[in-house]
């Protein structure tokens, strides 16, 4: 950053000098204001000690970088426009970026030995609010519901699998050899 300190009214320049190639950004001035742009110019109009947000996206997934009392805004005369640089690395394929807002998928199911013919109700227990899910059974059959009931014809193990997707991503959890259904139950 070439200033961290700067005056109500002036425009501040944010330069975006992520790696990886980013295709999106969002950034938090810390007003309550935000910008799209890659390197945006915001006119802070309230005093105080400013946090800027980076969160900078490509097809691999995002990355947050957040500055906390970043920068300082005055009630002063005007002076020359600051410039203000936010550096951070892009997630790539390999690493999970650290502050997430994807779904974190999970299950449960309400009886995991059962008889064939015999329901069995999955309950989703994902975190940071899924809108879509997609479940396999392990007998070749699916579901889009967030919380189905599903009964198995045949006996044998079943691996289950659910896909939690919200805005921001989706996220999977498999489970092998979940469901024991027995052919004949006494």
């Not at 980013?22 to 007003?31: A, C, L, N, V």
């Not at 097809?59 to 005369?77: H, I, M």
């Not at 203000?84 to 995991?112: G, H, K, M, Q, Y």
Request: glycine letters at 6%; aromatic letters at 10%.
């Amino acid at each position: 950053a070439n200033n961290l300190t700067t005056c109500a009214g002036v425009p501040v320049a944010f330069m975006d000098e992520s790696t990886n190639n980013p295709t999106g950004w969002y950034w938090e001035f810390g007003d309550g204001n935000t910008s799209t742009e890659q390197s945006p110019v915001h006119t802070y109009d309230v005093t105080g000690l400013m946090s800027v947000n980076l969160k900078a996206m490509n097809e691999y997934g995002f990355s947050w970088k957040n500055k906390t009392g970043y920068l300082t805004v005055s009630d002063c005369s005007p002076t020359p426009t600051p410039t203000i640089t936010v550096p951070t690395t892009i997630a790539t394929p390999t690493p999970t970026p650290t502050i997430s807002l994807e779904p974190v998928a999970a299950f449960s199911a309400d009886n995991r030995t059962t008889c064939a013919g015999v329901p069995v109700a999955f309950t989703d227990v994902s975190t940071n609010n899924p809108t879509e899910w997609h479940w396999e059974f392990g007998d070749g059959q699916t579901s889009t519901l967030q919380n189905p009931s599903h009964t198995y014809d045949r006996g044998g193990f079943k691996t289950v699998r659910l896909k939690a997707t919200n805005a921001y991503g989706s996220d999977r959890e498999n489970k092998k050899s979940y469901i024991n259904v027995k052919r004949k139950c006494t």
